[in-house]
């Protein structure tokens, strides 16, 4: 099969390769749509360790059931698909207690580490497991079908942070992952959503996605804006989608005592904080890892509307042309959200 083959720091090559062999319990998966992640072109540089050459990237896809082993349950050949990215064991405690994001034996399809290597999407054909998977309805369109995947991490943050109706909260860092967090947090009744982020083409989508109000806090006091704009210098929940100090910090500096700081950003394996501020001000933080089966949820709120993805997806190209998207994803210089790749 024709794959992408991520095979140095920042060098990808089309090779040809053995098709994936399922076990038992997988499915071989032809590929329709596969999205770049963030954590792929950070991946592609060689300094997060997490995509070590050579792999195949990609984890955010869909595509159609070829084959199956004989202990799949509830899926048949043909069958539209997408799935979790988490490939999780199904039987250690983790999994089976209902928190399958934290499962002692996963992986990440698209992930070459210390701990383990697995083959992702941007190939032809990709094997997961029966149980990650999730049926696509019948007309959605499989480059949408792709966008299930990062919708559900936000999803699940917004889980996590447990918003009451009528709290202020405050996004940092308006990415796939952050735009999605505003959007599903719109749908918990919360009384305002701030969205803050230091690129300007950013902050106006999230606010054609719902935020009430955006802060460049390189070029405003985010406590002066939310005193003026708010009637309050702090939220009452505050998610970080970025992963650095920098942000951190400005998420941090956001939330009100006995507030909640939700951490989903992954980007830098260290950050300083200030946990005076955490500690003396009891501020509850939580971090936010993958998502607990709510892709099957996050396909609703697609299919109903409730949530778009349309206009996050911004460009739709053939899987040769990668290197190069991988290349204009790193630079930023083109206002780019989300590029789906087509096998």
């Known amino acids: 099969m024709r794959a992408l083959v991520f095979t140095?720091?920042?060098?990808?090559?089309?090779?040809?390769?053995?098709?994936?062999a399922i076990t038992p319990d997988e499915v071989l998966i032809e590929v329709k749509a596969v999205g770049i992640c963030g954590s792929d072109v950070h991946g592609m540089t060689g300094e997060t360790?997490?995509?070590?050459?050579?792999?195949?990237?990609?984890?955010?896809?869909?595509?159609?059931?070829?084959?199956?082993?004989?202990?799949?349950?509830g899926y048949e050949l043909g069958d539209p698909v997408t799935f979790d990215s988490t490939v999780y064991c199904n039987r250690c405690e983790y999994c089976v207690s209902g928190r399958p994001n934290l499962c002692s034996n996963r992986k990440v399809l698209g992930v070459s580490c210390d701990e383990y290597r697995l083959d992702?999407?941007?190939?032809?054909?990709?094997?997961?497991?029966?149980?990650v998977l999730s049926r696509v309805p019948e007309g959605m369109p499989f480059e949408k079908a792709a966008m299930v995947e990062p919708l559900s991490i936000g999803?699940?943050?917004?889980?996590?942070?447990?918003?009451?109706?009528?709290?202020?909260?405050?996004?940092?860092?308006?990415?796939?992952?952050?735009?999605?967090?505003?959007?599903?947090?719109?749908l918990t009744g919360c009384r305002r959503i701030v969205a803050m982020d230091i690129d300007d083409r950013r902050l106006a989508k999230a606010a054609e996605l719902g935020a009430d109000l955006t802060v460049n806090p390189?070029?405003?006091?985010?406590?002066?804006?939310?005193a003026r704009e708010l009637g309050r210098s702090?939220?009452?929940?505050?998610?970080?989608?970025?992963?650095?100090?920098a942000a951190v910090g400005t998420a941090l500096a956001a939330v009100r005592k006995g507030g909640k700081l939700v951490l989903i950003g992954n980007m830098d394996p260290e950050i300083t904080v200030s946990m005076q501020s955490i500690v003396t001000r009891e501020i509850d933080v939580l971090g936010s890892y993958a998502a607990v089966r709510a892709v099957d949820t996050c396909i609703g709120l697609i299919a109903d509307g409730r949530v778009d993805v349309d206009s996050l997806?911004?460009?739709?190209a053939p899987l040769e042309e990668g290197a190069k998207w991988f290349d204009t994803l790193l630079e930023a210089e083109e206002p780019l959200f989300k590029v789906i790749l087509e096998p």
């Open 8 to 20: 140095g720091p920042h060098r990808f090559e089309m090779r040809e390769v053995d098709r994936p």
């Open 49 to 73: 360790g997490r995509r070590q050459p050579p792999v195949i990237m990609g984890h955010e896809a869909a595509g159609v059931i070829v084959e199956a082993g004989r202990n799949v349950e």
């Open 120 to 131: 992702g999407a941007m190939a032809e054909y990709v094997a997961v497991p029966w149980w």
């Open 155 to 186: 999803f699940h943050a917004v889980e996590r942070a447990q918003i009451q109706i009528g709290d202020l909260v405050s996004v940092v860092g308006c990415g796939i992952i952050g735009l999605s967090v505003i959007q599903v947090a719109k």
């Open 218 to 226: 390189k070029k405003a006091a985010p406590s002066e804006v939310f």
């Open 234 to 245: 702090e939220v009452d929940v505050s998610f970080e989608a970025v992963g650095n100090s």
């Open 313 to 316: 997806i911004s460009r739709v």
